[in-house]
């Protein structure tokens, strides 16, 4: 996990981070083929309330439509578990993942103004917002 981690973020987890996630307050789904993990996703359920902590695919395998499966998965199961709404943040600047969010029905509900660091390319201020985004399911 923690290869596929660095590989797709430029800000990625720590070792500890990513193993602190292993436990009764979290579900890891991932993606493997060949014996090779290719993305996974850390969800957090907390009775109704579900926050999508983390979602990555390798770079290598981005692309394919795997992002799509794993976050349809992670809604499934959320969903299989009670939960009513599922919360995530992600950058600004991630342009894929937030289509990929708007598409499967994800809408934006606020903003962390300055929130993640990134590349001066970015930002002259080397910070960007956090776009808070909520699904709920429709009864």
Not at 21 to 30: A, K, P, S, T
Not at 65 to 70: F, I, P, Q, S
Not at 72 to 80: F, I, S
Request: charged share 20%.
């Amino acid at each position: 996990m923690y290869a596929v981690e660095s590989q797709a973020h430029t800000h990625p987890w720590s070792l500890v981070s990513l193993e602190g996630c292993f436990g009764h307050l979290y579900r890891v789904l991932g993606i493997h083929q060949h014996n090779k993990l290719l993305g996974f996703a850390i969800v957090q359920q907390i009775v109704d309330e579900a926050t999508l902590l983390d979602i990555c695919v390798s770079p290598t395998s981005q692309g394919q439509g795997l992002g799509k499966k794993l976050l349809l998965q992670v809604l499934a199961e959320a969903k299989a578990c009670d939960a009513v709404v599922m919360m995530l943040e992600v950058r600004e600047s991630n342009i894929a993942a937030k289509s990929l969010y708007e598409a499967l029905g994800f809408v934006e509900s606020g903003r962390r103004k300055n929130y993640y660091p990134c590349e001066l390319s970015v930002s002259a201020a080397g910070k960007e917002d956090a776009i808070l985004m909520d699904y709920c399911w429709q009864d």
